[in-house]
């Protein structure tokens, strides 16, 4: 099982990025998927999810401003993240939500908006 994420960096508040996670190891397109984010000395938080039917949800503080999307012919999930403000700095992560044996986890990308 992988989950890879990969495509953040350092930007400027206003600016966008665009995360990519390629699965591998599992049946994606029957998978829900999310992306997480954990800045340093707060808990992991949920950003965005897709369902296996394309069902979306955003947490309230990422609303208007990232869309998740999802290709299951690429086994791939994305973030776009627009507008990007300073508080949207952390690690995000991609997962494989699982909420009854608990989620699988990829390695994080660093996401860095400052000025």
């Known amino acids: 099982v992988q989950l890879q994420a990969s495509g953040g960096g350092l930007v400027q508040p206003g600016g966008s990025l665009r995360l990519s996670c390629a699965a591998s190891g599992f049946t994606f397109s029957s998978s829900v998927m999310g992306w997480y984010r954990q800045a340093p000395g707060k808990q992991r938080e949920l950003v965005a999810r897709i369902g296996n039917d394309g069902n979306r949800n955003y947490a309230d503080f990422v609303k208007g401003r990232f869309t998740i999307s999802r290709d299951n012919a690429k086994n791939m999930v994305y973030l776009q993240m627009n507008n990007l403000k300073p508080e949207d700095s952390a690690l995000y992560y991609c997962?494989?939500?699982?909420?009854?044996?608990?989620?699988?986890w990829g390695h994080g990308t660093e996401v860095t908006v400052s000025s």
């Open positions: 997962a494989r939500i699982l909420p009854l044996s608990g989620n699988w």
